[in-house]
């Protein structure tokens, strides 16, 4: 999926126009996408890609070709990771000061230069022909808001959910059980497409939902037969779980199997301790 090409700028529907961020890799796929959002001169700009010098001549592009227009309006930002905030610096340096809206993540938001604007849980934003509401949807990032999109029934899943690749749960801010429970919230929402973070257009939201529950339900069951069959440490059980995947990714891999045995620790379906020389071993109650 890394190497998957996919056009520069790409109109969704009437009032979405998805622009590449130029930054793909390992951990972001063919690259972030960043949306214009809105039918009228001034459209969201809802994520900023990592602040590649190649995305502000695109932004430029398709703000004058798909919005007749040669700014965009406020920033919408789904989370504080760099692949998504890290070009805000750069739209406001090039366009002018305008808001940056996020949820708050206290310790976190600091490491980027920017004056933010807090989005709470329900918020709703508003441009031409355009209600944005703000959902707050913890696990892959504890600040992370997807945007409902009520004219359409759809949702911009930044991280939640990808087009393309699974999202990683992170050690820092990540939180399985909470990642569980956003996707079972989407699920509720009865979404009519999803408008991912990275990778293509999601027709199908319910077969995706479902999909990535039962893609998560099934590692949890790998991770605890793993266990049974006498992996205690992390790192075995990557070893016997990733076998097709590239060992350059058993880092990040790693830090879902924990994400999972800290769930099952909460639920109390696992233990940890610790050896002699420090390292952490787990097993089942
Ligand atoms: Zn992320």
């Known amino acids: 999926m890394w190497g998957m090409k996919l056009p520069d700028i790409d109109r969704w529907s009437p009032s979405v126009v998805v622009v590449r961020g130029q930054n793909p890799g390992p951990f972001t796929g063919p690259g972030t ?24 001549p695109l932004l430029e592009q398709a703000l004058e070709r798909e919005c007749g227009t040669d700014a965009p309006g406020d920033l919408l930002v789904t989370h504080v990771h760099a692949d998504h905030i890290g070009g805000a610096p750069g739209v406001l340096a090039r366009y002018g000061k305008r808001a940056v809206a996020k949820h708050p993540w206290p310790g976190r938001d600091e490491r980027f230069d920017l004056e933010l604007t807090p989005i709470r849980a329900g918020d709703v934003f508003r441009t031409d022909g355009v209600t944005l509401r703000a959902i ?57 497409r999803i408008y991912p973070g990275h990778g293509p257009l999601i027709a199908d939201p319910k077969g995706k939902l479902r999909e990535y529950i039962d893609h998560r339900l099934e590692r949890e069951r790998q ?34 199997v924990l994400s999972h045995l800290h769930k099952l620790e909460r639920e109390r379906r696992a233990v940890r301790s610790r050896d002699p020389a420090g390292e952490e071993h787990w097993a089942l109650t």
């Open 33 to 56: 996408n960043t949306y214009l959002v809105g039918n009228g001169r001034r459209p969201f700009l809802l994520d900023t890609g990592s602040g590649v010098p190649a995305y502000l």
């Open 136 to 192: 707050h949807t913890p696990g892959h990032a504890q600040d992370h808001i997807c945007f409902y999109l009520e004219e359409e029934r759809a949702l911009f899943t930044g991280d939640v959910v990808l087009g393309a690749g699974t999202t990683v749960i992170p050690l820092d801010g990540g939180d399985m059980a909470d990642y569980l429970a956003s996707l079972e919230r989407m699920l509720d929402l009865e979404l009519a």
């Open 223 to 256: 991770i605890i037969a793993a266990v049974r069959g006498g992996a205690s440490t992390v790192e075995a059980m990557v070893e016997r779980i990733y076998v097709d995947t590239p060992r350059a990714l058993w880092p990040a891999a790693g830090q879902s």
